[in-house]
């Protein structure tokens, strides 16, 4: 479609004398438009109470959004976002000014699709579709009353705002591959400049050295944990090369390329980070250079505090090498044209002022029936009867068992309502399996990954991948098996490893299973919209702890043999606590 040009020398008139002049005056349409985009994003996402992001309380889209990225230091970097994408509108404000009101219909399509997530968010009680329903209302809205024009020129710090939206669910997607890729890089680095290194998983450790009679990880043991992964300075630097791409570039490839960058200069920067705390643990010592285990807790030390910087330092240079690269020479005349306009003046121009005022109704009138919908959607969570049996025999078959109660620290870590039984049992070989069923509570992700709590306990996960079990009733499972390990040092000179196989799976009320975290909280989501059946969800645990060995002498088969006798085990002890798909009872709303 042709767009007349944005410099007119001359505008068209402006009608004022007919009835309704004063309304389809282009100043007061502007401020009806502004309005109407006020009164959208205020009510529908600041207003209205979207989600239980708290226990018995729903609180809106942006009220949610502000409590939940202030708790988690990963990720306040969000809430710059949206200032930011206000002064990249406030750069184009002379081009804007000079841009015909050409709504066009196309809007609507992308409203209700707006509209629709919106819904289907309020419905399944989660937060995301309503971020993505902003983003939709926002280019629904623009594109209806303002036009295709104005949505070219915006088109940039709308896309912007998705940084400010966190992406938490991409942590097993994103994080957990970089982890040990962080760790191998590093490993091939040290050992290039004669610092031998392996690395088991996330573990960066010295190799072993028996001339010198060291073992592996008695000069350096380092644990490549979420923070130097990549992936909470990934987003961050993501979004700053986008910003430093739209600002001091102009060619649309060199952006691109730039954008891209980010993740392999984010990966570089951990890996710098974790060269400085290994050479840091050879020079000062582990306790100065990363710090100190107090219990569960890791005191971070000022020399690791110090690495992480390294992780911006180096990405940071990196962008502007690519920058000068690309356009060097060409960056300062970049950054001089945003922001600039040829005159001053209020030139608003509105081609068609009925049509206007019809779509800023329309956009107003499709809010309005949005919130009718939801108000009528019954989303009061009735949680259906659980698929297991919060039970565990005191015997079956060569093993014998004993109940342990929940810990402490387990009542204070887990969510209000949250039920857990657990034995442990022992046989006649010496094999040790204990057994724990996690019921949710009345809310929904009642449940956390195990990979959540592992480290903080000292264990480093060395792999995780799906296992295939089939139980003695003849149902198939898939489970996900974890290989950990944490070393200790129960005297000088003495560092033992020990290694443990750890499966869990998740069941939900229907007796459906998975093995994913988050492919159970798609699930939930999907049956409460589309089947009416609100999962009361349990995750089964199956430890296998491996005798305690020291560092260097390890049996390869031990792993081998308590893997097979997990699968006997899990084989025969899960029909015990999961209902069939038949015997599950389901009482949903």
Not at 159 to 176: H, T, Y
Not at 409 to 436: F, N, P
Not at 534 to 553: K, N
């Amino acid at each position: 479609m042709a767009l007349p040009p944005i410099h007119s020398p001359a505008l068209p008139p402006q009608p004022g004398g007919s009835p309704g002049g004063k309304l389809l005056c282009p100043r007061t349409l502007r401020w009806i438009g502004l309005g109407a985009l006020v009164v959208i994003i205020g009510v529908l996402f600041a207003v209205w109470p979207y989600q239980h992001w708290e226990f018995g309380q729903r609180f809106s889209v942006l009220h949610g959004w502000v409590k939940w990225v202030s708790k988690y230091a990963d990720w306040q970097f969000c809430l710059v976002v949206p200032p930011l994408v206000g002064w990249l509108v406030w750069l184009r404000r002379d081009e804007l000014r000079r841009l015909p009101w050409q709504g066009d219909w196309l809007g609507v399509p992308v409203l209700l699709a707006g509209f629709f997530f919106y819904w289907l968010g309020y419905k399944a009680d989660t937060g995301y579709p309503g971020f993505l329903s902003i983003q939709l209302v926002l280019a629904g809205t623009i594109l209806l009353v303002a036009g295709r024009a104005w949505m070219r020129v915006l088109f940039f710090a709308w896309l912007f705002l998705f940084f400010a939206w966190p992406m938490q669910p991409l942590e097993d997607s994103v994080a957990s591959p970089l982890r040990p890729r962080t760790a191998a890089m590093t490993a091939s680095l040290l050992t290039l400049v004669g610092v031998p290194a392996v690395n088991e998983g996330s573990a960066l450790q010295s190799a072993p050295d028996e001339a010198r009679g060291l073992k592996v990880g008695d000069a350096f043991s380092l644990d490549v944990d979420a923070k130097c992964s990549g992936i909470n300075s990934l987003f961050a630097l993501m979004m700053i090369s986008a910003l430093l791409g739209y600002m001091a570039l102009k060619r649309p490839r060199s952006r691109l390329i730039l954008f891209l960058c980010s993740v392999p200069l984010a990966v570089a920067g951990n890996v710098v980070r974790l060269l400085l705390l290994a050479a840091g643990t050879l020079a000062f010592g582990s306790e100065t250079a990363v710090g100190r285990r107090i219990g569960d807790h890791q005191e971070m030390s000022p020399f690791h505090t110090f690495a992480g910087f390294a992780v911006f330092g180096v990405a940071l240079a990196g962008m502007f090498a690519i920058c000068w690269l690309f356009e060097g020479r060409e960056m300062k005349s970049n950054l001089k044209r945003l922001g600039t306009g040829e005159g001053q003046g209020d030139f608003d121009v509105f081609p068609h002022p009925v049509r206007t005022l019809a779509q800023i109704g329309v956009a107003l009138l499709l809010m309005l029936v949005t919130l009718g919908v939801s108000a009528g959607t019954d989303t009061r969570f009735q949680a259906s009867e659980p698929g297991v049996r919060l039970q565990l025999p005191l015997s079956m078959g060569d093993y014998q068992g004993r109940e342990l109660e929940m810990t402490a620290q387990e009542k204070k870590d887990l969510d209000e309502g949250v039920k857990l039984v657990r034995t442990i049992y022992a046989k006649s070989t010496g094999r040790q399996i204990m057994t724990t069923i996690i019921l949710s509570g009345q809310m929904k992700r009642s449940l956390h990954r195990p990979e959540v709590c592992l480290p903080s306990q000292g264990w480093t996960v060395s792999e995780r991948t799906p296992f295939p079990v089939r139980l003695a009733d003849g149902r198939e499972i898939t489970l996900m098996m974890m290989r950990i390990f944490r070393d200790s040092e129960p005297q000088p000179g003495l560092r033992v490893r020990t290694r443990a196989v750890n499966f869990y799976w998740y069941i939900g009320s229907d007796g459906s299973t998975c093995p994913e975290h988050y492919e159970h909280i798609l699930l939930s989501y999907f049956d409460s919209v589309f089947r009416n059946i609100q999962h009361r969800w349990a995750m089964a645990s199956i430890y296998v702890p491996l005798p305690e060995q020291q560092i260097g002498r390890e049996d390869p088969l031990a792993e081998l043999n308590a893997v097979e006798d997990a699968r006997e085990f899990i084989a025969q002890i899960a029909p015990l606590f999961m209902k069939s798909t038949k015997d599950a009872l389901v009482v949903g709303r």
